[in-house]
């Protein structure tokens, strides 16, 4: 559904994509993660349309994004930055909406009003931002998007409200197929949602595969042992932290549950334990790799 290609962008001298790629299946949900300045924001703006790479492809269901309207109508791009016309109600921002998107239902617009709560002839500008917010995805939704693009969405939510969007989102993706590219710091909610994980770092994705996946690859395991982690261990093993907690050896270990267990069993231990990793700590420890260090193992 979405295939992004090589793309490269630049902003003077300074290299903002470096040859990025995505892929993302149609109806899926697809979590773009990444620290500040990793180029998600750059990239999102492309499959919007609002930026033209200066090299590779971006296409959405085969058709290039970049100055095309009516492939453009079938996409819904909720930004953490909002922008409303001066003076518009949400009513008069529908208006605007169903003048955009051929897939506009009023009826769908009177429908989800009891989740936000909103008077529709309130004036944009004036609501809060994370009634803006709300609005937004009133909007969005209510245009029946094939696709959803949305950067650090839930932001200004109160948690009820979050898991009340959430809801109506993937409520379509599973009745319309609707597909869903969301960049956000916040990988708790992440991992709730999302099939897929794409993992940027400086311009590029490091790590693209499904959330289960990219999951199992990293364990956290808790060992003890006599005579303290046997030599052969940390030769066999890709030990990516290790921390001494009294008698017990706390390791973030890469590779697969099977191998880690037996390689340690191997060596007789007084306890294994393996202990499931959020996506959070995955992202950390991940990074780890490219320049990254966390302190402390919890």
Not at 220 to 229: D, I, Y
Request: glycine share 8%; hydrophobic share 40%.
């Amino acid at each position: 559904m979405i295939e992004v290609r090589n793309v490269v962008k630049r902003f003077g001298d300074f290299l903002a994509l470096d040859g990025v790629n995505i892929n993302v299946e149609k109806g899926s949900v697809y979590g773009l993660v990444g620290p500040n300045g990793a180029g998600k924001t750059t990239i999102i703006k492309h499959l919007a349309g609002i930026y033209r790479q200066d090299y590779g492809n971006i296409k959405i269901d085969g058709e290039n994004v970049y100055e095309n309207p009516a492939l453009k109508a079938r996409i819904a791009y909720v930004s953490d930055d909002l922008y409303f016309f001066p003076g518009y109600s949400i009513k008069d921002a529908a208006s605007y909406y169903k003048g955009v998107y051929p897939e506009w239902s009023d009826e769908r617009f009177t429908e989800i009003a009891d989740v936000f709560k909103i008077d529709p002839k309130r004036g944009a500008r004036r609501l809060s931002k994370g009634m803006q917010k709300q609005a937004a995805f009133w909007l969005s939704l209510s245009a029946n998007p094939d696709v959803m693009i949305l950067d650090e969405p839930m932001d200004g939510l109160d948690p009820v409200m979050r898991r009340n969007v959430w809801s109506l989102i993937l409520a379509e993706v599973a009745k319309r197929d609707m597909t869903v590219l969301v960049s956000s710091h916040n990988l708790r909610e992440l991992e709730d949602v999302c099939d897929h994980v794409g993992i940027m770092n400086q311009g590029k994705i490091a790590i693209e595969k499904g959330l289960d996946e990219v999951k199992g690859n990293i364990h956290k395991v808790q060992t003890a042992f006599r005579n303290g982690l046997p030599e052969p261990l940390r030769v066999s093993l890709e030990i990516l932290k290790h921390e001494k907690v009294g008698s017990v050896d706390m390791l973030i270990v890469r590779g697969s549950r099977e191998e880690i267990e037996a390689k340690i069993c191997n060596c007789s231990p007084l306890i294994l334990d393996m202990v499931p990793l959020t996506l959070e700590e995955v992202f950390i420890y991940e990074l780890g790799g490219m320049g990254y260090e966390l302190e402390i193992i919890g």
